[in-house]
C-alpha cells in the first residue's frame, strides 16, 4: 500500500492569525523552536505562512529603527503552496527537491489539516532504507 502525506503529517499546529502582534509571533516561533507557521482566518481558512526566515527579514531591516512592529498579515507570505493529504509520499520528494520550502501545508477538500516537512519524508523514507 501506498502511504501518504496524510500518514506522515504533523496534525497538531501551531497557527497564527493575520491580525496577531508580530511581537507575538515572533515569540511564539522561537519558544517553539519552530520554523515556521500557518497563519489562518477566523473561519480556518489558510490565507499565508509566516516563517522565522521573514521574521530575520523584518528584525534586520529595521535594526536600526525604534518601533518597529505590526501585524502577522504585515509580513506572511501570502501565495502558499501547499500538498494535498492525499499525495503520495514518492511524489512529494520531488516537490520538496523542487521548491525551496522546508514544510508545505497539507490541505483536504480546502481545509488545513497538517503540515508536512522534510524531517517528516526522510523520516519516512529511511524506513524502507
Known sequence: MTRTIADIMATELVTFHPNQDI?????TLLE???SGA????????LVGVLSRKDCLRIAF???????????????MVNDVKTLDASLDITSAVQLFLDAPFRRF???RHGQLVGLVCRHDILNA???NL
Open 23 to 27: 511581537h507575538q509571533a515572533i515569540h
Open 32 to 34: 517553539k523552536r519552530i
Open 38 to 45: 500557518p497563519v489562518v482566518d477566523d473561519s480556518g481558512k
Open 61 to 75: 531591516s529595521t535594526c536600526y529603527h525604534d518601533g518597529w512592529g505590526g501585524l502577522v498579515q504585515d509580513y
Open 105 to 107: 501545508p497539507v490541505m
Open 125 to 127: 523514507l529511511s524506513k
